[in-house]
């Protein structure tokens, strides 16, 4: 039996600042079930990730956080900033973070959690 597939895309963000110019350092990877201090993890690069809050917000831009990501059974603990925040509903934001200050043995762990998040989004089935 065939099931269409899903493929995650996230290009329908803004990746260009008001004069044209590419404002990405790092290409970004859709993922899925993956989750943070702050909530749903929806996209993550190298430099960052963008995450939808359900609630009330606890930061606000240009704050320090420590934060943890988690995928099944694997977490990372890191520091990030909020570069910005985007009020989508009623007491629901998207927030963007950029990573700072990571070890190597963080960052492997980072894109090992990123390839195992990736490749499921990717692949997931659509839902009916």
Known sequence: ????????????????????????????LRCDMLTCTFGDVVDLSAAGMRVRHK?????????????????????????ARVVWMRRTGFRRHEIGFEFTDMSPETRECLHEIARCATKLATLRPEAA
């Not at 917000?57 to 059974?73: G, K, N, P």
């Open 1 to 28: 039996m065939f099931l269409p597939m899903r493929v995650a895309r996230t290009d329908n963000l803004p990746s260009h600042d008001s004069r044209g110019a590419e404002v990405r350092r790092t290409g970004r």
């Open 55 to 79: 609630g009330g917000l606890r930061v606000a831009v240009d704050d320090s956080v420590s934060l943890t990501l988690s995928f099944a059974a694997a977490e990372v603990s890191l520091d």
